[in-house]
C-alpha cells in the first residue's frame, strides 16, 4: 500500500521541488497552496508537511483537521522561535524543519516519522509487478527487473496512478533524466513499448487513444 503525503506550501518553487523528489522516492502527493485548498482535500494521509506561515492563516490551524484524518505531522518553516516549536511539539508534531533545508536530510527525517508511526510502505505494487522505493529496484514475480533508470522512472509514474489516464505530457514530466533534460515527445512511445516487453503482460498498459496511457491493476 503506498503512502499518502500531503504538503501545504504556498512557496510554488519549494512545492515543486519537494513534490516531485517525493514523488520519485515512491509516495503519493497532494499539494495544498493554502488552508482552504487543504481542508477541501479529500482522503486521509499518512503525513502532512505544513507550512507555518500560509497565505489565508496558519499552518496550525490545520493541525486538528489533519490528524483526524489519520496524518502524522511535520512542520517544514522559515519561522524557527522557540516558542512555535514548542507549540508544534505539544500540538503533536512528530517533527520540526526550518528553512532553508538540505533535501536529503529533510527526505531523511520524512522516513523516520513515517516508521515511527508503522505507516512506511517499502514497496509498491501493481499486476505482477512489486517495485521497492528504497532499493531502487522493480521485481516481477519475485524475480528482478532489469530496467533502466528511465523505465524504472516510468515504472514508478505508472504504479503511483494506477489505473488512472495520464496524458504525455503528465507522463513526460515525471520522467526527465538525471541531467536536467527532458525526454522528447517522439521518443515516449519507444520507452513504453521497451518497458512493456519487459515486463511481458505482468501490467496491461493500455493506450487510451487521444488522450494518454493507463496502467490497470489486474
Not at 6 to 33: M, P, R, W
Not at 43 to 53: C, E, K, N, P, T
Not at 62 to 83: I, Q, R
Amino acid at each position: 500500500m503506498s503512502v499518502s503525503v500531503i504538503l501545504v506550501e504556498d512557496d510554488a518553487i519549494i512545492a515543486s521541488g519537494l513534490t516531485y523528489a517525493l514523488q520519485q522516492a515512491g509516495y503519493l502527493v497532494t499539494h495544498a497552496k493554502d488552508i482552504k485548498s487543504a481542508k477541501a482535500a479529500s482522503g486521509s494521509y499518512d503525513l502532512a508537511i505544513l507550512d507555518v506561515g500560509l497565505p489565508d492563516g496558519s499552518g496550525f490551524d490545520l493541525v486538528a483537521d489533519l490528524k483526524a484524518k489519520g496524518a502524522s505531522l511535520l512542520f517544514l518553516t522559515a519561522v524557527d522561535d522557540e516558542g512555535n516549536i514548542i507549540r508544534a511539539f505539544e500540538g503533536g508534531a512528530d517533527d520540526y524543519v526550518t528553512k532553508p533545508f538540505r533535501l536529503g536530510e529533510l527526505m531523511a527525517r520524512i522516513k523516520a516519522a513515517l516508521r515511527r508511526r508503522g505507516g512506511q510502505a517499502d514497496s509498491l505494487s501493481i499486476g505482477q509487478v512489486t517495485v521497492s522505493p528504497s532499493e531502487g529496484k522493480a521485481y516481477k514475480d519475485s524475480a528482478p527487473l532489469d530496467l533502466t533508470a528511465l523505465e524504472y522512472r516510468l515504472l514508478l509514474t505508472f504504479i503511483n496512478n494506477k489505473n488512472q489516464i495520464l496524458s504525455r505530457e503528465q507522463i513526460l514530466s515525471q520522467i526527465w533524466d538525471s541531467a536536467g533534460i527532458f525526454v522528447e515527445d517522439n521518443t515516449l512511445t519507444v520507452y513504453i513499448k521497451r518497458l512493456r516487453d519487459k515486463l511481458g503482460g505482468a501490467i496491461n498498459i493500455e493506450t487510451i487513444r487521444g488522450m494518454g496511457y493507463r496502467a490497470n491493476d489486474n
